[in-house]
């Protein structure tokens, strides 16, 4: 078995240790020949898998964050078109997790600790355990998470800005930076406007919204402990989900942004959100809308600044190597939220 493994060395809990252990499970692979890559700038695990074919490995091990697996994705299937290429066509991915939210690996029923994962990994590729799921596009370009225009890109691009001045990207951060982007769209909300449908001709239109995510699976980011969940039928075998609010004030706005952690799963709170609050699920189509331009993010990497975007889930994208039984994300109450609030 031909195996290339890609890895990022500036994530974050990558070491010299960590690979002393991993690089060996792997290499435990019967009849496996390995070819071990680093990444040195933005954008260059895209560049290395590009045009690879299962004539060239059977399998690509990436070996990083989320940023590291959209490139990884980007560079076996290609620009979105007409002629992308198959699953069938590219090396098989399978992913081990050092960046700081790991959100893909731990959506396939992955644990969150790397070495635990790696073992896992080796296992399933020794049994070819492997499925094909569904990934997102936006434009010409692949996402395996989410995508959205707004709050979520500018909490991104604020962090990054941190971490190019030296800091860490740490859940209290995030929480930070998250509260500002909240406060600012209260006092300045932007406008989004999102039509979705599904496969059967089911439709949805959010007008004018102040706040609308996409994503491909559930929860589609960590921050810390808080997972969030905006469609919690979301999966890697159904289409993209939409989640919109139309108002972000008062009371009701609290509680819906309560629901973005996956609180209040018995719907006792749903008198004050249900009004404000839009969820479709399993669209095979959404077009995102601005009034002006806004940034946009795919896969926690921002993408500069649009006023429309595309957005279209293929199924049998790309095969994987996973669990069989995929571990679902634990539904939290309220007080389980705010519980985890304090601990960040």
């Known amino acids: 078995m031909r195996i290339l493994l890609i890895a990022n060395p500036n994530s974050t809990s990558q070491t010299n240790e960590l690979f002393r252990r991993i690089i060996p499970l792997v290499r435990s692979i019967d009849d496996s020949h390995l070819l071990t890559k680093f990444t040195h700038y933005a954008g260059h695990a895209e560049d290395m898998t590009r045009g690879l074919s299962r004539d060239d490995f059977d399998v690509v091990?990436?070996?990083?964050g989320d940023g590291t697996v959209n490139e990884v994705v980007n560079g076996l299937l290609g620009k979105v078109g007409d002629d992308r290429r198959k699953a069938s066509e590219v090396p098989a991915l399978a992913v081990i997790p050092t960046g700081s939210a790991n959100?893909?690996?731990?959506?396939?029923?992955?644990?969150?600790d790397a070495v635990h994962t790696t073992e896992l990994v080796v296992g399933h590729i020794k049994q070819n355990l492997r499925r094909r799921i569904r990934l997102g596009t936006w434009?010409?370009?692949?996402?395996?998470i989410n995508a959205g225009i707004g709050i979520d890109a500018d909490v991104l691009h604020n962090i990054d800005k941190l971490r190019e001045q030296g800091f860490a990207a740490t859940p209290l951060r995030y929480l930070r930076i998250s509260y500002q982007a909240w406060h600012r769209i209260l006092n300045a909300p932007p406008k989004i406007s999102a039509h979705a449908e599904s496969a059967e001709g089911q439709t949805q239109h959010i007008d004018e919204a102040p706040?609308?995510?996409?994503?491909?699976?559930?929860?589609?980011t960590f921050l810390g402990p808080l997972p969030v969940v905006t469609n919690p039928r979301n999966?890697?075998?159904?289409?993209?989900?939409?989640?919109?609010?139309?108002d972000l004030k008062g009371f009701g706005g609290f509680v819906g942004l309560l629901h973005?952690?996956?609180?209040?799963?018995?719907?006792?709170?749903?008198k004050f959100t249900d009004a404000r609050t839009l969820r479709f699920d399993d669209a095979t189509r959404i077009t995102l809308e601005c009034d002006t331009e806004l940034r946009f993010q795919a896969d926690g990497e921002t993408q500069g600044k649009l006023k429309t975007v595309e957005l279209n889930s293929i199924p049998d994208a790309i095969e994987v190597f996973s669990p069989e039984e995929i571990?679902?994300?634990?539904?939290?109450?309220v007080w389980a939220v705010v519980r985890d609030l304090f601990r960040i």
């Open 235 to 246: 999966s890697f075998d159904k289409g993209l989900g939409t989640f919109g609010l139309t």
């Open 211 to 220: 706040l609308v995510f996409a994503s491909n699976t559930n929860p589609w």
């Open 103 to 112: 959100v893909f690996v731990r959506a396939l029923g992955y644990p969150r």
């Open 139 to 144: 434009n010409d370009r692949w996402f395996a």
């Open 61 to 64: 091990i990436a070996v990083g």
């Open 260 to 270: 973005l952690f996956g609180a209040d799963e018995k719907g006792r709170l749903n």
């Open 327 to 333: 571990i679902p994300v634990q539904q939290r109450g």
